[in-house]
């Protein structure tokens, strides 16, 4: 059944490779606009060499700008992921707290990230910092959400056994309401990691040449198309390998759950 | 099976019908008629003056004028290769690249509509006690990419003696610059007004363009037409010519009636689009058939020369496959006035 589905998959990829083949054959668009996936091939061969002339694309290699655009999603999502869950069990337990950052929280939700990050430039510059704090405030929103919700939801009865059982109040969000939330949580983390991934063009629109965001950009400038394409796969590659790894995270974090 | 291939065929079908759904605003659609489609930009220039005296329509009754505003070389570009544009205002920087391989999109510069004179400069910190262009190295230096305020801050270190590895570049838009210059982030620019003005009140302009013109690397503002356009309709063409080197010529006799109607269409004040204009550096189509320029058919001027520098620079940056030989940057230029009119 397993082998069957992914089967499925394989074709489907295979014939949409096919299809954009067949379409840029047809040369119906020049290739500056529509290149072939053989010149995105050949883009990934030459941007992944460091001995090409231009050290890759425009002085970095291909791994060297997944690797600085990786490294800025992580702290941004660590930051956002931290804030979040604090302020979600904060949320979901005091609803004093909850009424006074729930219309914050769901203001910032509706922003989209480029308008927040001239503003962002103007308070922290054009280094690392504001690129970091937007992906922050990008990922930080679903997972407080998230938290609260699953921590308003956890089994009262629960909470009561542990509390007769003699627990305090941080041991039993530790002992019970973190654990009895984690799916939720976690699922709040992985539209985080989402959101946060997706911003990260957004990011690197200011100083941030040696991303793999900042290579889609230049690339756009010069239209260099093969180039943008290229960047778009490695992105949405890279993006579907870390939503698996948070997938797996939360079967092996909450067994008892069923799949999700 | 006969269903699901059906069904796929179907997907093909879908293909006209999500062509023919509306996406809001208004598209490029047939108005019935002839129609120009003119890409401009937003700088004070002769072309904004034209656009506000409607002096084209009134020169083609019978076609209908589609102005559309673009923020960058690279995005005409695109347009033109998607058939999107037939006439469009662009800057040097982009134009030789349109001209190379693999864009080699088939447009001709028909016209010179301005060198760039002191609107685009380097400008650093007076804070960091930098005079010369050689105490740059060591340096964070911005400018927007791709743009003629790049490849002159390039053209401004060569000239200097300065390899261009030993200054940090950072690729900012002007807007940008202007908060990293105020945060200290930033030694010094290469960028052009408004942002420039902001930048001078407190730092020392090393150079700008109009000095970088006079030693040899000018970056200039040309209209383009796409070539078979060009071809098809002589007459859109010299209607075009015709009213900007009338607009060309007024700047020079009476700038403030241009200002007037520059401030008219972008919404700034007079007296800025006044200082704007003055910025930069007008010739009428007949200074434009001098050796520097365009030339004579007969006599070729400098212009390819011009164009296959920047051309040269766009390679060295990696950022075109190939230069094309003079010959066939000759070949994209079309000498304004020449063909009669």
């Given amino acids: 059944m397993v082998k069957r589905a992914l089967l499925v998959r394989v074709i489907a990829v295979a014939v949409l490779l096919a299809a954009w083949w067949l379409v ?46 990786l490294r800025r999603v992580g702290y941004g999502c660590a930051y956002g992921i931290l804030i979040g869950v604090v302020l979600g069990l904060a949320m979901g337990l005091l609803p004093v707290v909850r009424a006074i950052t729930e219309p914050a929280v769901t203001f910032l939700r509706a922003l989209p990230p480029l308008a927040y990050l001239s503003l962002l430039v103007i308070w922290f510059g054009i280094d690392e910092e504001p690129k970091v704090y937007l992906l922050m405030v990008a990922a930080f929103p679903p997972v407080a959400v998230a938290t609260a919700a699953a921590v308003g939801g956890v089994n009262r009865q629960y909470v009561e056994a542990a509390q007769a059982l003699g627990a305090g109040r941080f041991e039993v969000i530790r002992a019970v309401i973190l654990p009895a939330s984690a799916p939720e949580i976690i699922t709040g983390v992985r539209l985080a990691v989402g ?8 990011a690197e629109t200011v100083n941030g040449a040696d991303g793999i965001g900042g290579m889609v950009l230049n690339a756009q400038r010069y239209n260099q198309t093969a180039v943008v394409i290229l960047g778009l796969f490695v992105i949405g590659i890279t993006g579907l390998v870390i939503d698996s790894v948070i997938v797996a995270a939360q079967r092996a974090l909450s067994p008892w759950r069923g799949r999700v | 099976m006969s269903i699901s291939r059906r069904y796929a065929l179907s997907l093909f079908a879908a293909v006209p019908v999500l062509a023919a759904c509306g996406v809001g605003g208004s598209s490029s659609g047939s108005g ?24 084209l329509e009134k020169a083609l009754p019978d076609h209908t004028v589609k102005w559309t505003a673009f923020d960058s070389g690279a995005s005409i570009n695109t347009a033109f290769l998607g058939g999107s544009i037939d006439l469009a205002v662009i800057g040097s920087s982009p134009t030789a690249a349109g001209l190379c391989p693999p864009l080699s999109i088939p447009y001709q510069v028909i016209e010179l509509l301005n060198v760039i004179g002191d609107s685009e400069a380097l400008v650093v910190r007076k804070a960091t006690g930098i ?62 007004t408004p942002v420039l003005s902001v930048l001078q009140q407190d730092g020392v302009t090393l150079t700008d363009s109009a000095k970088l013109a006079a030693e040899g690397k000018p970056t200039l503002t040309f209209t383009v037409a796409g070539r078979d356009f060009a071809a098809a309709n002589p007459d859109v063409i010299e209607a075009w010519l015709a009213a900007t080197d009338d607009a060309l010529k007024l700047i020079g006799t009476d700038p403030g009636t241009v200002a007037a109607a520059v401030s008219r269409q972008i919404g700034i004040s007079t007296d800025d689009a006044l200082s704007q204009l003055k910025q930069n550096i007008y010739l009428d189509h007949a200074e434009q058939r001098g050796p520097d320029y365009f030339g004579t058919p007969d006599q070729p001027g400098e212009l390819a020369e ?30 304004p006035g020449a063909g009669g009119a």
């Avoid at chain 2, 002839?34 to 930009?41: D, L, S």
Wanted: glycine share 8%.
């Fill in chain 2, 306 to 335: 011009r164009l296959h520098d920047t051309a040269q620079f766009l390679r060295q940056q990696k950022k075109v496959d190939q230069v094309p030989d003079l010959a066939t940057i000759r070949a994209a230029l079309r000498v």
């Fill in chain 1, 195 to 202: 959101i946060a991934y997706s911003s990260v063009v957004a």
């Fill in chain 1, 24 to 69: 840029a054959l047809a040369t119906i668009w020049p290739p500056a606009i529509l290149p072939g996936p053989g010149q995105v091939w050949h883009q990934l061969l030459s941007t992944s060499d460091a001995a090409n002339g231009q050290a890759g694309y425009a002085g970095s290699t291909l791994v060297e700008r997944l690797g600085v655009s």
């Fill in chain 2, 32 to 55: 019935g008629g002839k129609t120009v489609r003119i890409a401009y930009q937003n700088f004070a220039d002769s072309t904004l003056l034209v656009k506000d005296r409607q002096t």
């Fill in chain 2, 131 to 192: 005079t010369k262009i050689t105490e740059l190295v060591g340096r964070k230096v911005a400018a927007p990419f791709s743009s003629t305020a790049h490849y002159s801050l390039l053209a401004a270190l060569e000239l200097a003696g300065v390899d261009a590895g030993q200054v940090t570049l950072v690729d900012l838009e002007p807007q940008n610059i202007q908060a990293a210059w105020q945060r200290g982030d930033i030694d010094a620019a290469y960028v052009w």
